[in-house]
């Protein structure tokens, strides 16, 4: 597996698989790799010759008092994982790279409506932040697809809409949630989490669960459902950010069309915020 560092890097080794008429594959990251990282990367490769994976924590994504500066940062393990992974080339540049302006960053990307509900109420600008560095990385990496985590499922729909609504010839594909065998889903922000917090924490997973099933068994009470949601999380020790029932292709509440729903919910243990979802696709007649 071959580093790049810098966009010039990066650009000619994609210049170079184009024109071996190569397909390219990219998974942005954050790096700190976990097995939910692994498998974009095994759906970037199912689906192209080429994996490039990008490391980079974007300081645009965070709010001044979010965890920028305490984020997890394991370039060295990462490189190991994704080499392991047959990984063809690790993009890790430095914030100059990608704000050479020292950070002022005029342009942003506001996905609106989308970026506004859910998590974009509790974190304000953090999906401005993750929709301009993800296409600030379309444009350096030009790939033909890119593979994002199901498990921040509004960041999927957010990216798949930016991705549209510009017109960037880039296939998005999301990949489904890797869980730990009790039902947490992976995130590096687990590793905040004490042995103690650690043991809480598929109550998040149970609690979707029991949404879920009320949702198929045709119960249409949303509100009640997620107060119930909120209830389990908050009895087990969590505080909830939000428990919601929305469509899952606009995120808006479920109406009498929906195709498929979604229960999102983002809940505060100790130190860590966890965010997880589940998804129900409507049987129609
Ligand atoms: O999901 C992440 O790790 C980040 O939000 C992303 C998509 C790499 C953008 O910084």
């Known amino acids: 597996m071959d580093v790049a560092t810098t966009v010039t890097e990066v650009r000619a080794r994609v210049r170079d698989w184009r024109a071996a008429g190569l397909r390219v594959a990219l998974v942005p990251t954050m790096g700190n790799l976990h097995a939910g990282h692994l498998s974009l990367l095994a759906a970037a490769r199912y689906r192209a010759d080429r994996v490039i994976a990008s490391v980079f924590v974007n300081p645009l994504q965070f709010g001044p008092a979010e965890d920028f500066a305490a984020y997890p940062r394991t370039l060295a393990e990462d490189e190991g994982l994704l080499a392991e992974a047959h990984c063809d080339l690790l993009f890790a540049p430095t914030v100059e790279q990608i704000y050479p302006d020292g950070g002022a960053q005029s342009t942003l990307i506001t996905v609106r409506d989308l970026a506004s509900v ?136 479920p109406r009498l069309t929906s195709q498929e729903l979604v229960v999102l919910t983002a809940a505060r243990l100790g130190s860590a915020r966890l965010i997880d979802n589940l998804r129900l696709p409507l049987a129609r007649p």
């Open 118 to 253: 859910l998590c974009g109420q509790f974190r304000p600008g953090h999906f401005d932040g993750v929709a301009t560095v993800v296409a600030k990385l379309f444009n350096i990496v030009a790939p033909d697809v890119a593979v994002f985590g199901e498990k921040d499922f509004q960041q999927y729909i957010i990216i798949r809409r930016m991705t549209s609504d510009l017109m960037l010839p880039v296939e998005i594909v999301g990949a489904p949630t890797v869980r730990a065998p009790d039902g947490l889903a992976l995130s590096s922000r687990n590793r905040y989490l004490s042995p103690e917090e650690r043991a809480i924490a598929p109550a998040i997973h149970r609690a979707l669960q029991a949404a879920v099933k009320r949702l198929d068994e045709g119960d249409r009470n949303f509100l009640g459902i997620e107060s119930a949601g909120w209830q389990a999380l908050a009895v087990a020790g969590l505080r909830p950010d939000y428990f919601a029932v929305r469509d899952a292709n606009d995120l808006q509440p």
